[in-house]
């Protein structure tokens, strides 16, 4: 028998899994992140009624829609009692000790792979600047975590959609094991569709011996490849539901406090899915920026000064575009100028790294200096030169994020500023489906 502890080093353990049984539809229990479409109630509404007089993850979660709303504790407390429910009348399977491999096939052809497990929180750190084995991507708010601390006390059980990211260019952790687990003829837990014409999911158990074996060896080749010069390792980034991680921290310090001796309780461990950053069916979206400011050259002059960039104006937006997508250090500007007519400007500028990670402080200081406070956050270039067209809009684009350089700009950066990048469409966002037991 495989001794799991050997995982253990690499801030991984064994999880109990609850999945649903078989008279459960999964299409309707399964849905997406609570914090996707926290600006569209329609969307929020389709689902409910997808989910209406069915047993469904929608009803033990809070929606980020729902956050503030004036029956939030209504709906606390009915999230208790639906766990309690659930528990208790056969909506889950017995649990399964394992891992699991999943292939998620999105709406958009993409095919994105990931091994779901628990980690140690005490091996993650949220803050910048740690050495931790799993570190966050962009800064965590603090004043978040309060309010999500609420609901996980309270919870039996969690359904997580924390996706953390491994630097793995051999593919070994999570392509290799769902290769060999398919070879293995492991059992396939579960195939399904997901709502709304969100693609599809299918799922193969991770028990055996060979595969733990194989998975230690590839947790290990992982944590040689990404030793940094002062001996931590950096095994593992939060790609997505980095505040959901950060308050599951929050919650096992809290609790540890008051049970010292209490080393191994469930709350000490979070349930993830590992996706490989390599991998051909995740993409990485940069999210450009829109500044509602009359100062379109002063901010430009200044940007360029900052990076050290030369400043080019092109003709239309074809040909700004192109600039910016094919290069890592061109930022673009679409404005409108004192006669009206719409100016297309690209700064070349020197960003050894990632672009936003010396862009979005340089852009900070600029507002805070002329007093510009109005951004937004803006998904897809088309919509950023519709409202560059529009009087006094500045719309920026961003350059593509790079996968090779990702974990080293990490390092050296503590944490990536807010909004640097989105994995993937929101259709693509992880959907909830396992769940463990927490209390």
Not at 220 to 236: G, K
Not at 269 to 285: M, R, S
Not at 426 to 435: D, H, I, M, N, Q
Request: with cysteine; aromatic share 10%; net charge negative.
């Amino acid at each position: 028998m495989y001794d799991e502890q050997k995982l253990c080093k690499y801030g991984i353990q064994v999880p109990d899994i609850l999945i649903p049984s078989k008279k459960i539809d999964l299409s309707a229990w399964s849905v997406i992140a609570c914090d996707q479409y926290t600006q569209n109630s329609e969307y929020w509404n389709k689902v409910a009624e997808k989910a209406k007089d069915k047993p469904s993850t929608l009803h033990i979660i809070l929606p980020e829609i729902y956050l503030e709303s004036l029956d939030r504790q209504e709906r606390l407390s009915k999230i208790r009692s639906t766990m309690e429910e659930y528990l208790a009348n056969g909506v889950f399977d017995k649990p399964f000790h394992g891992m699991i491999y999943l292939e998620r096939k999105t709406a958009y052809g993409r095919t994105r792979k990931g091994l779901i497990t628990a980690i140690d929180l005490d091996v993650y750190e949220w803050k910048p600047y740690t050495k931790a084995p799993i570190r966050a991507t962009e800064a965590t708010i603090e004043s978040r975590i309060p309010p999500r601390m609420e609901i996980r006390r309270s919870a039996s059980i969690e359904s997580p959609h924390i996706m953390l990211l491994v630097n793995d260019p051999a593919k070994a952790l999570v392509e290799q094991t769902g290769e060999k687990a398919k070879a293995e003829n492991a059992l396939q837990l579960y195939d399904t569709d997901l709502m709304l014409d969100s693609g599809h999911s299918t799922a193969w158990a991770v028990q055996s011996e060979s595969l733990y074996s194989h998975i230690e060896k590839s947790l290990a080749a992982i944590a040689e490849h990404n030793t940094e010069e002062d001996n931590s390792v950096f095994m593992f980034a939060v790609g997505d539901g980095n505040h959901s991680l950060a308050t599951a921290k929050a919650v096992w310090e809290e609790y540890k406090k008051a049970h010292p001796g209490e080393k191994n309780h469930p709350l000490r461990y979070a349930l993830v899915e590992i996706v490989n950053i390599y991998d051909t069916g995740l993409t990485f979206e940069p999210i450009h920026r829109v500044l509602f400011s009359s100062l379109p050259e002063m901010l430009i002059k200044y940007v360029s000064a900052e990076l050290s960039g030369k400043v080019y104006e092109l003709k239309n937006e074809d040909d700004l575009l192109a600039e910016v997508q094919e290069s890592q250090e061109v930022i673009g500007f679409v404005y409108q100028d004192a006669d009206g007519k719409t100016k297309y400007v690209m700064i070349d500028a020197i960003c050894p790294d990632l672009a936003v990670s010396y862009f979005q402080p340089i852009l900070d200081t600029f507002m805070s200096i002329f007093g510009e406070t109005d951004i937004d956050f803006i998904h897809g270039s088309d919509e950023i030169f519709r409202l560059g067209k529009q009087e006094n809009t500045i719309g920026i684009l961003l350059p593509q994020i790079s996968k090779d350089t990702f974990f080293t700009t990490l390092s050296s950066c503590g944490v990536l500023p807010r909004k640097s990048f989105s994995m993937g469409e929101a259709s693509e966002k992880r959907f909830y489906l396992e769940c463990r037991k927490i209390k």
